[in-house]
């Protein structure tokens, strides 16, 4: 059965997330289709939709790309982040109800229990996912929903839990029990804090590990030398 623009988007998507095409990488309609098992139709609609989400971007010459962003982007990915994270949880702080508490509560038990005795950091990711898509589906903004979903989705930040330490997430797992605290007392101005210095932190473990992989691969290229 031939596969649906909607299949072959939601396939190409998940790979640009997962890192199966890196960034920098120009991308062949044809190798896409031969990434999705279809024909280069369905990939060509794909592509479309993916450009206007800023997973793809074309050159000069029309050449698809996965982008590559420099580290003045990713700073500004993160300032534009910590914002609109800052003002969803306000809102939700406003609007929230006791049985959306109660399911951010049920995402945070999931989360410590992946951050059990070994860290899964996959388990970590889901529940990290859990719990800030009903946060943001709290603060019943259909404008944020549509931005954040444009920022969320760029692969730096959404494999930003890939370069944490165990503390980094135990540290983030807090935010989010204090998010809770927050929204359970409708303080506005404290969840806007947390949701904030949340994002501010991320960024920071973020440079962090970059500069250390960097640091480690200077030492390894010179040790070959």
């Known amino acids: 059965m031939a596969k649906t623009s909607e299949q072959v988007y939601r396939q190409i998507r998940a790979g640009i997330l997962a890192g199966d095409f890196e960034p920098g990488m120009f991308v062949p309609e044809d190798e896409f289709a031969s990434y999705c098992g279809t024909s280069r139709t369905p990939v060509r609609e794909a592509i479309a939709?993916?450009?206007?989400?800023?997973?793809l971007q074309r050159s000069g010459t029309r050449r698809v790309f996965v982008p590559l962003w420099s580290d003045g982007e990713v700073e500004e990915l993160f300032t534009l982040r910590a914002k609109l994270e800052a003002h969803c949880a306000e809102r939700a702080a406003e609007l929230i109800t006791?049985?959306?508490?109660?399911?951010?509560r049920t995402h945070a038990d999931f989360i410590d229990a992946a951050l059990g005795e070994e860290a899964d950091i996959p388990g970590f990711v889901e529940g990290n996912r859990r719990f800030h898509a009903t946060l943001l589906a709290a603060a019943r903004s259909e404008p944020l929903n549509q931005m954040m979903r444009i920022i969320v989705?760029?692969?730096i930040i959404h494999r930003t839990a890939e370069r944490?330490?165990?503390?980094?997430l135990e540290q983030s797992q807090r935010d989010h029990r204090d998010l809770i605290a927050?929204?359970?007392?409708h303080d506005v101005a404290?969840?806007?804090?947390?949701?904030?210095?949340?994002?501010?932190?991320a960024a920071h473990a973020y440079r962090l590990r970059a500069n250390e992989a960097a640091t480690h691969g200077a030492h390894f290229t010179e040790d070959m030398d």
Request: no cysteine; glycine share 2%; aromatic share 8%.
């Open 49 to 55: 939709r993916l450009v206007s989400e800023t997973l």
């Open 98 to 104: 006791p049985d959306e508490i109660a399911e951010l």
């Open 153 to 155: 989705n760029q692969v």
């Open 164 to 168: 944490y330490k165990v503390s980094d």
């Open 182 to 185: 927050a929204f359970t007392a």
């Open 190 to 201: 404290w969840a806007g804090a947390i949701a904030r210095n949340h994002i501010r932190r």
